[in-house]
């Protein structure tokens, strides 16, 4: 339902590559709107070309980020009234990553990177064999279910500061999965992963900012999870010594 | 201008923790060579001193003192992060360096006036 509150000003970026600009738009406030509303509105009603990634509008496919405001953000599950700063609200494409066209970016280096990161299942047993018990209180088992909920949204790869600084940088994400899977028992790949994140690019290039923990929209903690993959390589390297 | 993805507890505990860290850098060269000139010029340093007694070193050296008790407790707040079990109370640990660090330069500032 429309309110009666004056249109929003809505800018959002245009342009394919590395060339473009914000251009305007008025789009009418509703009572409930979110950010990825405001965006359809726009592509239905004033620019069928303007181009945006989203597929559930629920929170679980991780396709819709963007940056809101300068801040990257879940637009399927962000209000406008969180971000509506006066009467504007200027979106943008994910930060960091090369964009295709307007709103819409080239996930592959993020996700070149999980696979960077051994951020695949290395499987400990065979079909054949029976299925592994996991204790849900082991404490390993604690540390990976923490991590377990990220939808691989670019959120916090997208907030951080050493990714944009450093191309090699596996991030935020990637190393959070090495960690998930390090402390999986169903994971055989404990050695290779620790081999992956401390390298060029690796955990140790991380400044601690907590960018990524402070805007991941599922809460999770990367940065205590990179934590502990900085402890690991440094035990590790240093029992290799002894 | 901090762009608005910077606007966080944490981004504004590294920002200071580095640029206190730049700020000791640039300070200890300095530091070490007025040490030095007990040696080499002992009358220069007595000039030196007689300068450090002016409201405007003293404040400066309150800013230093500042400085440096936030890189240390920041840079302790960094080696439990890394170290020691996670905890959740990174901006509370963070905002407890910046108010120590207060403190202590605090004490320092009265006692120095």
């Known amino acids: 339902m429309l309110s009666d509150s004056a249109d929003m000003e809505v800018s959002v970026w245009r342009g394919a590559g590395v060339a473009g600009q914000f251009e305007n738009f008025k789009v009418p406030a509703q009572e409930n709107q979110t950010i990825l509303d405001v965006v359809a509105w726009i592509q239905q009603n004033c620019d069928p070309t303007l181009s945006y ?70 499987p400990t047993r065979s079909r054949d064999d029976a299925i592994e018990q996991i204790d849900p209180e082991d404490h390993a088992r604690r540390q990976a279910n923490e991590g377990i909920e990220c939808i691989n949204c670019s959120v916090c790869y997208a907030a951080c500061d050493t990714v944009a600084g450093s191309a090699d940088y596996l991030g935020p994400a990637a190393l959070q999965r090495a960690w998930t899977l390090f402390n999986d028992a169903r994971d055989a790949g404990r050695v290779s992963i620790l081999e992956a994140v401390s390298g060029k690019g690796g955990c140790h290039n991380c400044h601690s900012q907590g960018s990524c923990s402070q805007y991941c929209p599922n809460d999770l903690n990367p940065m205590a999870a990179i934590a502990g993959l900085k402890r690991e390589t440094a035990l590790s390297f240093f029992k290799r010594r002894t | 201008m901090i762009r608005p993805h910077r606007t966080h507890a944490l981004w504004y505990a590294f920002i200071l923790h580095r640029i206190s860290g730049v700020g000791l850098a640039l300070f200890l060269p300095v530091h070490f060579y007025t040490l030095s000139l007990a040696l080499t010029a002992p009358g220069r340093l007595d000039e030196f001193f007689r300068w450090t007694d002016t409201a405007a070193v003293k404040f400066a050296e309150f800013g230093l003192v500042f400085l440096l008790a936030l890189h240390m407790f920041g840079g302790l707040r960094l080696m439990a992060l890394e170290w020691l079990p996670w905890s959740d109370r990174q901006k509370t640990l963070a905002a407890g360096a910046a108010a120590i660090s207060f403190l202590i330069s605090g004490l320092f500032l009265l006692r120095a006036i």
């Open chain 1, 53 to 122: 990634r989203y597929a559930c509008r629920v929170g679980m496919c991780g396709s819709c980020a963007m940056m809101v405001n300068g801040v990257p953000r879940w637009t399927c599950r962000t209000h406008v009234k969180v971000a509506l700063q006066g009467n504007r609200i200027s979106i943008g494409p994910l930060r960091n990553l090369p964009v295709i066209k307007d709103l819409a970016t080239d996930m592959d280096p993020f996700f070149d990177k999980w696979i960077s990161a051994e951020g695949v299942h290395h």
